[in-house]
């Protein structure tokens, strides 16, 4: 039985970039990239995914939660929902639209899948549930799931590791790598400080050790001989993304670009922070405006679907977001805001995003 390898593509710039960074550092692992269309991606996300494809020399399948319906997906699932909108907290979208599909073009497949997590991101993204499928994160210095870190360094497992430690082939036989190896873990002496120590000495060995232990489990990974990220050292950062992004030629998706806009005399710039369709519930509220004044159609599209009570966001309509006292005291705070960002960080991202990470890892990645 083979394995399948299988990389994601949001629309956002770290799967964007997982993609190029997958399809040239390791050419000849084969992987099938895909895609869930909603249906209420934005345009850019469209022309992003195209040139990805021209980049990879390959189609990206793209998936749709529901194939015979003459609506588009979010609509075929929003009227079966009877209008209710979603949001942080009932997000029936994620599940319906991308992580079921997902899962249905997987079927029972034995499968590696990779993930975009960035080195500077604490965070796990989705992991499937299903036991077939297995999650590697290429841009961690720590490339295995929390699972596989729980499992290989549990105080049950000890044994089994050093026995593994002496038997297989390591660059370097540390004496502190096997003592820490062997020390339990404890409320002294966490899971995350032993693995953090761990890697501190040597990525690839640990990496070793653990693809030698995922032999006797059911992983996907068990069945492979040999897996080339095991030697991967990596730990792509933020500024890495874009990077590889730029020298791609694909490029960073343009709703990323930053345009200028001034209110009371201030001058503030603005772009949005995500992929994703474009009435996401996670934007907030400067990429509303930024939506009502770079993409009016599609706000005003967004706006249709506020009735019967039902609003995108918690505490205010659309209507009422686009009044011009809001939008102008909107972008002011946000000018405040990214003044006291500014001192810590050169990105624009870094202030948009500061809310990725209660965002959808299936949408935003
Ligand atoms: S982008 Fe937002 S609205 Fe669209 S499926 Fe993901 S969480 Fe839902």
């Known amino acids: 039985m083979s394995v399948r390898h299988v990389l994601g593509i949001s629309g956002g710039k770290d799967s964007a970039a997982l993609a190029i960074y997958m399809k040239t550092k390791y050419p000849d692992l084969d992987i099938d990239y895909y895609t869930c269309d909603t249906g209420k991606e934005l345009d850019e996300t469209y022309r992003l995914i195209e040139k990805l494809e021209s980049f990879l020399g390959k189609q990206i399948t793209k998936l749709r939660a529901v194939e015979t319906s003459h609506e588009n997906p979010f609509d075929h699932f929003l009227k079966i929902k009877g209008g209710f909108l979603p949001s942080s907290l009932v997000r029936w979208c994620t599940k319906s639209l991308k992580l079921e599909p997902f899962e249905r073009y997987i079927g029972t497949d034995l499968t590696v899948s990779y ?15 299903k036991t077939n499928i297995q999650s590697i994160f290429p841009f961690r210095r720590n490339i295995w799931s929390e699972e596989i870190i729980k499992k290989t360094l549990s105080n049950s497992n000890i044994e089994r590791m050093l026995d593994l430690f002496s038997s297989i082939e ?41 693809f030698a232990f995922l032999k006797d489990t059911s992983y996907p990974l068990a069945l492979e001989n040999y897996f080339p990220l095991v030697e991967d050292e990596s730990n792509l950062v933020r500024s890495d993304i874009f990077k590889l992004l730029d020298e791609s030629g694909v490029g960073v998706p343009k709703y990323y670009k930053k345009e200028s806009f001034e209110v009371n005399g201030e001058k503030g710039e603005y772009s949005r922070s995500r992929s994703g369709c474009y009435f996401c519930f996670f934007q907030q509220r400067i990429e509303w405006v930024w939506l009502y004044e770079q993409h009016p159609d599609l706000f005003f599209q967004a706006m249709e679907y506020e009735k019967d009570g039902y609003t995108w966001g918690q505490n205010e309509s659309l209507a009422e977001l686009i009044k011009p006292e809001r939008i102008k005291q909107i972008k002011l705070e946000f000018i405040q805001k990214t003044k006291g960002v500014k001192k810590q960080s050169p990105f624009l991202l870094d202030i948009l995003d500061e809310e990725e990470e209660v965002g959808c890892a299936a949408c935003f990645i």
């Open 170 to 210: 390591l660059e370097k036989r540390s004496a502190r790598f096997l003592e820490l190896l062997g020390q339990p873990i404890g409320m002294d002496f966490p899971l995350q400080q032993k693995h953090n120590l761990i890697l501190d000495i040597n990525i690839r060995d640990f990496n070793r050790l653990v």
């Open 115 to 129: 993930v975009g997590i960035r080195g500077d991101e604490d965070r796990e993204g989705y992991i499937s549930t």
